[in-house]
């Protein structure tokens, strides 16, 4: 994994489960891990993208779910379809690790749109969670009592103020990351 470029990926999504849902917008910031010896990894970013992507079946999705994220059929009008979305989301997440915060939740979506659409996975194997390593990092902490990305974005001092935005928070959890690991 130390080779590897980490993916920092982000999902918005229709409701919360990926058997009857849709991503909706996706994002991914590629970072390049930079050896420092006795200090753990840089992290240089390579590439940032962000995708719309048109819902199939918004007669499934969950209203709460569409407020949340902000949908509204103007800012949709030209959103991509999913194959052609995760054709090129394969393509830059190639032999990458996948990160994200709540990992369960983005990769089980985003492992659902790539067998949805026929598109290989071609994604490094090893997959890192946020919520996992900030509970092991910061369990001692007095504040650390909640570890949602909002909770740690406040108590680490890490600006999202477009929360729920798939790129936002991309961008936000990077910057979690980077905190938590010393990056």
């Not at 990926?18 to 590439?47: F, N």
């Not at 996992?132 to 974005?153: K, M, W």
């Amino acid at each position: 994994m130390k080779l590897h470029n980490l993916a920092f990926i982000d999902t918005e999504t229709t409701g919360t489960d990926p058997e009857k849902h849709e991503i909706i917008e996706l994002a991914v910031i590629i970072a390049k891990q930079v050896e420092r010896p006795g200090k753990g990894p840089k992290l240089e970013i390579i590439t940032e993208k962000e995708w719309k992507i048109k819902p199939e079946h918004l007669e499934t999705a969950e209203e709460q779910a569409l407020r949340v994220n902000g949908y509204n059929e103007v800012d949709w009008m030209f959103a991509s379809p999913l194959k052609g979305v995760m054709e090129e989301f394969a393509k830059l997440t190639e032999s990458c690790t996948f990160v994200s915060h709540n990992l369960t939740f983005d990769y089980n979506f985003v492992a659902k749109a790539f067998e949805k659409t026929g598109v290989e996975n071609r994604m490094h194997y090893g997959k890192l969670d946020t919520i996992s390593i900030a509970f092991a990092r910061l369990y001692d902490a007095p504040l650390a009592d909640r570890f949602s990305l909002r909770a740690l974005c406040e108590l680490l001092k890490v600006d999202n103020t477009k929360a729920h935005t798939a790129l936002a928070d991309t961008r936000a959890l990077v910057e979690v990351y980077r905190k938590l690991m010393g990056a």
